[in-house]
């Protein structure tokens, strides 16, 4: 069999896997958020923020993509919700068959909100609907602007991009209208954050903007 084929049947199953995933978790009007970024530009960290937030009004559970360690997942266990831990032993991304055992783990009655932490990579995890609503990507100041063009499948396929580390953009080069401009000639729909987890700055509107989210998936279901 050609390369090119495997990759398409790969995909394929992938595919008829997300379904699956999707029809479970719409029935129960979760939504789910697809957390992406390269290692290192705060992913957990955003996260730790979002669930303080918004735990005492959604009920969210966590699934936490990691090669081989539970430090993230450790870290959100620490905040007070279930959380799932998938161990890839290597691989670089998340596939709906993971997120299918992943939720097999989770008890998902009256769960509201799902967030998947992926692996840490901007390439591959972009190809692999695992079932959610969105996708999330995040980049920090400090990785440069010039990622969206290197990476565009990221940026192409995120309902919202979250600029992180915005607090230590003047210690570096990154240039922001650049960033936003490149992103924008990707996806003219992307609504755009800017974050700062240890400044603590821009966390409220991000969670506002996934408490409406998550409200309208409930009402869509009534
Ligand atoms: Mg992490
Ligand atoms: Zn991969």
């Known amino acids: 069999m050609s390369e090119i084929k495997v990759v398409t049947n790969i995909l394929k199953a992938n595919d ?75 691989a670089c991304h998340l596939d709906a068959y993971m997120i299918k055992d992943a939720i097999d783990g989770i008890d998902l009655d009256g769960i509201e909100l799902l967030i998947v932490e992926n692996v840490g990579n901007l390439v591959c995890p972009a190809e692999f609907e695992i079932g959610e609503d969105i996708k999330i990507t995040v980049l920090s100041t400090t990785e440069g602007n010039d990622k969206p063009l290197k990476y565009p499948l990221a940026f192409e396929k995120s309902k919202a991009v979250i600029l992180n580390k915005i607090d230590l953009i003047e210690h570096t080069n990154f240039d922001k209208q650049k960033f936003y401009d490149d992103v924008r000639s990707i996806n003219d729909k992307a609504v755009f954050f800017e974050t700062s987890c240890t400044k603590d700055l821009g966390l409220d509107g991000l969670c506002e903007w996934i408490e409406n989210k998550v409200k309208e998936k409930q009402s869509s279901k009534i």
């Open 16 to 90: 008829e896997l997300n379904a699956v995933n999707r029809k479970r978790l719409d029935e129960k009007a979760i939504y789910v958020i697809n957390l992406m970024s390269s290692p290192g530009s705060g992913k957990t960290s955003i996260l730790e923020k979002m669930i303080s937030r918004l735990k005492d009004d959604i009920k969210i559970a966590v699934i936490e993509g990691d090669l081989y360690t539970t430090i993230d997942a450790q870290r959100i266990e620490a905040q007070g919700v279930p959380v799932v831990q998938i161990n890839t032993g290597g």
